[in-house]
């Protein structure tokens, strides 16, 4: 063990910073979700929800759609998302989903307005 420990430190140690500021960060997001003063608890009023980011930023960069009715993540992959899903609490549903860089409704707008047809 000593010897595997001298002649692997610098991986051991990358692993031990990158769990450590993982545990920083979720803590910090967790007291951000849950602490009575919190300016991002009072944004945020469901315990469901906040429940939700908090489940989800363990796995990834969660975010929240505008309305409130749904958090996400953007993962490298097919793979890494499908994974991301696995213990996913019974009473929720979740999928995986390819992402758009630009929504179709924009693009058909768009096309209506330079063939300058007036109706949008």
Do not use: K, N, Y
Not at 21 to 37: D, K, W, Y
Not at 74 to 79: H, K, L, S, T, Y
Request: aromatic share 6%.
């Amino acid at each position: 063990m000593i010897r595997a420990l001298r002649e692997h430190w610098p991986e051991a140690s990358m692993e031990a910073l990158g769990l450590g500021l993982f545990m920083v960060s979720a803590g910090l997001f967790g007291t951000l979700l849950e602490a009575p003063a919190s300016p991002v608890r009072a944004a945020i009023a469901s315990p469901d929800v906040r429940r939700a980011l908090a489940w989800l930023a363990a796995r990834g960069e969660a975010r929240m759609t505008g309305t409130g009715s749904c958090v996400f993540a953007a993962f490298a992959d097919r793979g890494a998302a499908a994974a991301a899903l696995e213990g996913l609490p019974p009473e929720w549903r979740g999928f995986v989903a390819r992402g758009l860089d630009r929504s179709p409704l924009q693009e058909r707008l768009a096309a209506e307005r330079s063939r300058g047809s007036g109706r949008v």
